[in-house]
């Protein structure tokens, strides 16, 4: 079942049972979530929201924090809360300034390739900020992710087992940009998702210091997910983050890349399951 919910988010719900929220990268889209939903579902209520700037919620992209008072009045409109949080990428930021306000509203965190500590970040992010550079490369990347490389992608099962197995894990599927990269040729429409992200970026350097000064102050369970050979959040960041958790375990899957969701859904299936299915 597809619905909106909170004002200015759209969900995809499925299942019945203990809230679970799913919160897709930069980019990303609800197909992102896929095959974990498909795992979940059975005994679980999986919610599944367009984050600000994406899909159907549309609108302007929004800051970390922005984007944790939305989900903090998601969770609460629809009777969502307590809910267990899975968190991508750049949406790791907002689910741990959700976790640290709004302990009340979050059974448990799964953190998967998350850029909440400044290990995470590279020179590419501060080249993406910058007003020429930073949109070149931004247009460049959309094509190629959204267009090039899941072209690609088809075929890499042809090539040798040695260079096949980190192809697939590497590059990204159209799942990465789902309803976007339907639309990319769209008069106008490159230009809105260039700009979502770029605004993204600018919150990830300007707010990585207040999410990683919040990270000590989380009280719920919290799993953080690494794909060994992530080449975006890479592992030594996840070990830095699951450190500065108290209590956060830390699970480095073999065989996946930044898009564990897809390489390895049974592992964040397992790990939502391994959580206190209500809160404190």
Same mark, same amino acid.
């Given at each position: 079942?597809?619905?909106?919910?909170? *004002?200015?988010?759209?969900?995809?719900?499925?299942?019945?049972?203990?809230?679970?929220?799913?919160?897709?990268?930069?980019?990303?889209?609800?197909?992102?979530?896929?095959?974990?939903?498909?795992?979940?579902?059975?005994?679980?209520?999986?919610?599944?929201?367009?984050?600000?700037?994406?899909?159907?919620?549309?609108?302007?992209?929004?800051?970390?924090?922005?984007?944790?008072?939305?989900?903090?009045?998601?969770?609460?409109?629809?009777?969502?809360? *307590?809910?267990?949080?899975?968190?991508?990428?750049?949406?790791?930021? *907002?689910?741990?300034?959700?976790?640290?306000?709004?302990?009340?509203?979050?059974?448990?965190?799964?953190?998967?390739?998350?850029?909440?500590?400044?290990?995470?970040?590279?020179?590419?992010?501060?080249?993406?900020?910058?007003?020429?550079?930073?949109?070149?490369?931004?247009?460049?990347?959309?094509?190629?992710?959204?267009?090039?490389?899941?072209?690609?992608?088809?075929?890499?099962?042809?090539?040798?087992?040695?260079?096949?197995?980190?192809?697939?894990?590497?590059?990204?599927?159209?799942?990465?940009?789902?309803?976007?990269?339907?639309?990319?040729?769209?008069?106008?429409?490159?230009?809105?998702?260039?700009?979502?992200?770029?605004?993204?970026?600018?919150?990830?350097?300007?707010?990585?210091?207040?999410?990683?000064?919040?990270?000590?102050?989380?009280?719920? *369970?919290?799993?953080?997910?690494?794909?060994?050979?992530?080449?975006?959040?890479?592992?030594?960041?996840?070990?830095?983050?699951?450190?500065?958790?108290?209590?956060?375990?830390?699970?480095?899957?073999?065989?996946?890349?930044?898009?564990?969701?897809?390489?390895?859904?049974?592992?964040?299936?397992?790990?939502?399951?391994?959580?206190?299915?209500?809160?404190?």
């Amino acid at each position: 079942m597809t619905r909106p919910k909170a *004002p200015g988010l759209f969900a995809r719900l499925s299942g019945e049972g203990p809230s679970v929220l799913l919160l897709h990268g930069q980019p990303g889209s609800i197909e992102s979530w896929d095959k974990v939903a498909a795992l979940l579902e059975a005994d679980h209520r999986v919610v599944v929201p367009d984050r600000p700037g994406y899909g159907q919620s549309g609108g302007e992209a929004e800051s970390m924090a922005g984007n944790a008072r939305l989900l903090a009045t998601f969770l609460e409109e629809g009777d969502l809360a *307590p809910a267990t949080v899975v968190a991508h990428s750049w949406a790791g930021g *907002p689910a741990v300034l959700l976790a640290a306000e709004r302990p009340d509203l979050v059974s448990g965190l799964v953190l998967v390739g998350a850029a909440c500590t400044s290990d995470s970040i590279d020179d590419i992010d501060r080249w993406l900020v910058r007003p020429v550079l930073g949109k070149m490369l931004t247009v460049a990347g959309l094509v190629v992710f959204g267009e090039v490389l899941p072209v690609v992608r088809r075929f890499v099962p042809r090539l040798p087992e040695r260079f096949r197995d980190t192809l697939l894990v590497a590059l990204p599927d159209e799942s990465l940009l789902g309803g976007w990269r339907r639309s990319l040729g769209r008069r106008g429409t490159l230009a809105r998702h260039v700009a979502v992200f770029m605004k993204e970026q600018r919150a990830l350097l300007d707010e990585l210091d207040l999410v990683s000064g919040r990270l000590g102050g989380i009280t719920v *369970p919290t799993i953080v997910v690494t794909g060994r050979s992530d080449l975006v959040v890479r592992p030594a960041a996840a070990r830095t983050l699951a450190a500065s958790i108290p209590g956060a375990t830390l699970e480095e899957v073999e065989g996946a890349g930044h898009f564990v969701a897809r390489d390895n859904p049974a592992v964040l299936a397992r790990a939502v399951r391994s959580l206190p299915a209500t809160g404190a």
